[in-house]
């Protein structure tokens, strides 16, 4: 047996033979901090001088969708989905969707897209657009145009973004139908769309991330992984989101480079993303921190996993876990499976893939072939695995 | 030694990292331990959900101190148990202590009531409905000699009936297996295709000179309800008996299987090879079906209290869906029994068509191959 998987099989050991009950706190003095809370962007003072507001007019709609946007960007930096849980109460002072006005229930869906709640999020956006007329429009055809993406429901998708362009956007309603183009194979149009939209000087430099991204996504899907490799380094260098981030480091593990995606994952905040990703390459590298991320993952998995729907919100990275870092091909393909009754990115397929051949069940190929043809999303990686 | 080194740095790390604050969603932890006289109840509470709540953290530096905690204490009392009843068990807390959980530090509250728990008690419970919508409380109830029962507390439902929010919760509520079973035969093409095959010359006889059309209802129905029957008898015992695990064959043998069923059902229409009666034959070619709809069956994680009952929901759907296709195609082929084209073109051809799907599943199946879009 080599070294780095004795380590990593006594290190799971000991990781479960740990108490997940923790112990007691005994504080023994007045000024001993018994728990640190997270840092709040903009300061903790201010967010309770905006909560005790809210409290007073709860039914401000611009005060409500401005303490969710806080809360919301915070779940984002963080990852932490306690704040979108936050940012959804305040927009309870609405009970009713009927009721709510437009750019509250458009909040209400954002955040529902957050919490992977899409069939509910389509459905206050469609409540929204039912509406005859009003500003939050274009925004609330995009984020639905974006919800059916998700849920591989690329044809309303497609229709989504056409009435975006119908409301005036014309680059985001070019690029989402890209996009969409992208994910069927259309490969060499939806290029030249994300190249002309990014010849144009004058999108400010978070678009031109974006759009360079989606670019670069599609030429990894495409199987051109240099072309990919320098599209995601420029849009790193327009702007390092969290989310081309992680797209770049599942890149590089990808290609084998897992050293790269350390180097880029370790100054991120500790997600769960971030750290399942840490653990991945530090598995696929052979690194001496792997052991550690990887129990740490373990343990925060089996932490949400108290909470029995846990999965709905965590399936892809449980699956992506059990499959690189556990190599538990069986209950990836369980987790994979599940995960893709709701959520169908070509990362959630290119998983149900990778489980089903780790299997070795024809079955499980079968259905997992099923499932993306039937998405019609076309994609070399998988193509590659099936 | 090396090795000794670089395991207890592993160690440590493990240790450290523990301290770090998982990012998990909001949930409370509520131990019910029931007794014949006497319930206990402990009830963990994360500091960062009261601090949301009650503003623990009274100097805003985001650090909670002892002396913060101690002072703001009778108020996280007092909201706590505002938050929670359990009908016929009035709670009077009885200690608590503090306790460090992978994801930060947790108030601990012990309770008691001197009162037997309902078979299937009626939990209040709002904790933090005010401040965090996808807040839970996770409750485990233990009673001497029986399993652990979890359930989850949701705020927004006023009360929540324990033993109905029990989890695992059968996923389907009652007849959302009969729904299952109906789905499953309507959708699995493959089975269709079968009774289809084995319909085909329902209404017609086979004579030495060939097919002919029956000429009133009653001849077509009675081979009809004896080629279901057999069918239905065949596949609900091979399905229960895969579903109990008392017999298990693999998918890998069985698709393919299911294929070959198709073929020769099809290809006796055109060309009798069977030497014994359809109805035998429909037996046993049943029994390779029933495998079939058990493969389904471990997919929907049927409940194990109430197996039998979900697993008969299961098959009453099959036999319903059945039915519903059974009735319909006989009732068609009835009208067109006498056209002239019925035996080339729906009973040959028809059967010919089966034959090419049945073979082209067949290589699927086996090789591993997508060819058909279904």
Redesign the interface.
Known sequence: MR?PL??LV??AL??TS?P????????T????????????KG???EE?RLRQQLAQQPRDPALAVGVAQRYLAQAHE?????F???A??AL?GWTDATTMPDEVLLMRATLQQY?HEFDASAASLQQLLGRSSGPARPQAWLTLATVRRVQGRYAESDAAARLVARAGVALHAQACLAENAALRGEVASARTTFKALLADPRHPAATRAWLTTSLAELEQRAGSASAADTAYQAALKLDDDGYTTLAYADFLIEQKRPAQALALLKTQV???AVLLRLAIAGTQAGA??A???A??MR??IA??N?????QV?HGREQAMFALAVDRDAKRAWELARGNVVRQREPLDLLVLAQAARAQR???A??EA??VT?DIGLRDQRIEGVL | VNTVLRLLMVFAFAVFAAGAHAHKASDSYLQLDAGDKSLNVRWDIALRDLDAALILDANDDGRLTWAEVKAAWPRIETYAMARLTIAGCPLRLSSTALERRNDGAYAVMFLTSDCALAASPTITYSLLREIDPTHRGIAKIQRAGQPTVLSMLDPAHAATDAAAAAVPQAPTAAGGFVREGVLHILTGYDHVLFLLCLLLPSVMRRTPAGWRPVDTLAQAVWPVIGIVSAFTVAHSITLALAATQVVSLSPAFIEPAIAVTIILAALDNVWPIFPVRRVVVTFCFGLIHGFGFAGVLAELNLPTADFAWALLQFNVGLELGQLLIVVSVTALLFLLRQRSQYRGLVIRGGSMAAMVVGALWLIERTANVAILPM
Request: aromatic letters at 2%; proline letters at 8%.
């Open positions: 070294q004795l380590i006594l290190a000991l990781a740990l997940s009950r923790a112990e007691p706190i005994v504080p003095r007045d000024d001993e901090v018994v728990d640190v809370l997270p840092a709040i300061g903790r003072a309770r963080l990852g932490d989905p306690r979108a849980g936050m959804m109460a309870s919490l500790r997600s769960d001496s921190t052991a550690a991320d129990a740490e343990e925060r932490l949400a108290e909470r029995p729907d846990a919100f069940d024809p079955a190929v079968q072939r099923r043809n």
